[in-house]
């Protein structure tokens, strides 16, 4: 069984800086993408930035880009989220998910960190 385990959430003011780690657990996966999506109370799962092992690409959400920066260790299916600049509006339930390799959407998800921005 796999398993994703999210860390480094927490609360911090707005302007200010976390980083979030997902690491991956169980039996061995091969993955093609990995990903962090969040959730905000009332709304719905949204993507945040993924990336890409086999074009060794990245992609962000317009909301997060040049705040947020996803990087990953492709070998051990871990991922992480240089979170700077935060904002109130990335308050929320943060999640990594992964895609696994020959298969279409996102087979695997963790359970979870929250993250909370005052102002």
């Known amino acids: 069984q796999v398993q994703l385990v999210e860390s480094g959430g927490g609360s911090m003011q707005a302007g200010g800086s976390l980083r979030l780690s997902c690491r991956t657990s169980?039996?061995?996966?091969?993955?093609?993408?990995m990903a962090w999506f969040r959730q905000a109370p009332g709304n719905e799962r949204e993507f945040v930035a993924a990336?890409?092992?086999?074009?060794?690409?990245?992609n962000y959400s317009d909301s997060v880009k040049g705040r947020f920066a996803i990087s990953g260790n492709n070998a051990k299916n871990a991922i992480y989220l240089q979170m700077n600049n935060l904002k109130p509006d990335d308050t929320a339930v943060y999640y990594c998910?992964?895609?696994?390799?020959?298969?279409?959407?996102?087979?695997?998800w963790g359970q979870g960190t929250q993250v909370t921005v005052s102002s």
């Open positions: 990336v890409n092992w086999i074009t060794r690409s990245t």
């Open positions: 998910a992964g895609q696994v390799y020959g298969q279409n959407g996102w087979s695997y």
């Open positions: 169980g039996r061995a996966l091969i993955t093609s993408r």
